[in-house]
């Protein structure tokens, strides 16, 4: 069963950074490419694209929104996705999930994570 662990979520001020780590286990990690997902529980119920990493963790892509603050990365040793946020922005404020990217618009998928919320906020 794939079990999906998000932490590193917080309250921090605009241009604050946070790092956020998924702890994966149930799957093959290091053949899998995985995905930073979120949602604003404020406007719906619909999670929106973040960032995604291939297998290997050499390449990498971004929704434009976060593209030049985020940074996308994985261990695969550890079974461990990460994603640094810098820059932070009040619109950043959702919460984070991770999934493996072949899941991530599937509305079959049932084995999310319980996310992480980070709040962007003065």
């Known amino acids: 069963q794939v079990q999906l662990v998000e932490s590193g979520g917080g309250l921090v001020q605009p241009g604050d950074s946070l790092s956020l780590s998924c702890a994966t286990s149930?799957?093959?990690?290091?053949?899998?490419?995985m995905s930073w997902v979120r949602r604003d529980p404020r406007k719906g119920l619909r999670r929106h694209y973040v960032?995604?990493?291939?297998?290997?963790?050499?390449?990498?892509s971004y929704a434009d929104s976060v593209k030049g603050r985020f940074t996308i990365a994985r261990d695969n040793a550890k079974n461990i996705l990460h994603l640094q946020m810098n820059s932070l922005k009040p619109e950043d404020t959702a919460v984070y999930y991770c999934?493996?990217?072949?899941?991530?618009?599937?509305?079959?998928?049932?084995?999310w994570g319980q996310g992480t919320q980070v709040t962007v906020s003065s």
């Open positions: 149930g799957f093959t990690f290091s053949t899998t490419p």
């Open positions: 960032a995604s990493i291939n297998s290997a963790g050499d390449s990498t």
């Open positions: 999934a493996p990217t072949r899941y991530i618009d599937s509305a079959k998928f049932v084995d």
